[in-house]
């Protein structure tokens, strides 16, 4: 908590029954809900007998996605009720005006542009580390293991429901708490480096971390979600149209 001496600015739009959830709160329900839903994704993938996600097949995809969410979204409404108004619109800001729809090039840029601006460097030191095929392998093995209504499934789960879930979740739950003791800046870039490290792909998080960083401004600035949940649903989508493409 910061010292009475102290002023911190909250993020436009934020409340004070917003600023209860505590960066304790917030970050024991994120650990709690994630552990869980790791857990029963995995029970799902299991079943699959594949010993990869992509080659498992969307389907499965979907499935372990499901229960992964299942619990974070539970855990974030029981924080919000515990510690919050109990509404995700005032404690995390889960709305959206017509002008979040320019997170659509947004997103594009950030893929297109910004993602290639930060890998331009990397990949001329570190060639073999950071080349493009290491770099898009992952959602390429997606992309090549779906089929028919497959592809439509692996759309729906990484341009759709990724990005809702993740963004109620990271800068929502988590950004919204560090903000408010921490400062907007720290709060953006602690989370930013969060969400990067979190998907466990040593060779992505250098461009998650921009994601990140873009995601975070997005929510800070207009204090509401819904900027950064049409950024990140238009970079997702771009990234499935390159891997499709190539």
């Known amino acids: 908590m910061p010292s009475p001496s102290r ?22 329900t994120w650990f709690a809900a994630w552990f869980v839903g790791n857990v029963l994704s995995s029970m799902v993938l299991a079943s699959s007998g594949a010993e990869r996600v992509a080659d498992a097949g969307p389907w499965w995809l979907a499935a372990s996605q499901l229960v992964a969410w299942t619990p974070l979204v539970a855990a974030i409404v029981f924080v919000s009720r515990r510690s919050g108004t109990g509404s995700l619109v005032r404690d995390f800001g889960l709305r959206a ?20 601006a930060v890998y331009l460097p990397l990949n001329e030191i570190w060639p073999d580390t950071f080349s493009t095929s290491k770099i898009e392998k992952p959602a390429r093995d997606l992309w090549q293991h779906a089929h028919g209504a497959g592809l439509v499934v692996l759309v729906i789960v990484v341009a759709v429901g990724a990005p809702l879930v993740e963004e109620l979740a990271y800068r929502g739950l988590l950004q919204r708490s560090f903000t408010r003791c921490t400062g907007a800046v720290t709060g953006v870039v602690v989370v930013a480096v969060w969400f990067a490290l979190i998907h466990f792909q040593p060779v992505s998080i250098p461009g998650l971390f921009v994601v990140g960083i873009v995601l975070g401004v997005c929510a800070q600035r207009t204090g509401r979600l819904g900027m950064a949940i049409t950024t990140h649903m238009a970079f997702n989508a771009t990234g499935l149209i390159l891997v499709a493409n190539t």
């Not at 600015?9 to 970050?27: C, H, Q, Y």
């Not at 005006?97 to 290639?116: E, S, Y």
């Open 7 to 28: 002023s911190v600015t909250p993020a436009p739009g934020a409340t004070n029954a917003t600023n209860g959830i505590s960066i304790r709160d917030a970050v024991l």
């Open 97 to 116: 005006r017509p002008l979040d729809l320019v997170g659509l090039p947004l997103g594009v840029a950030t893929q297109l542009v910004f993602v290639k």
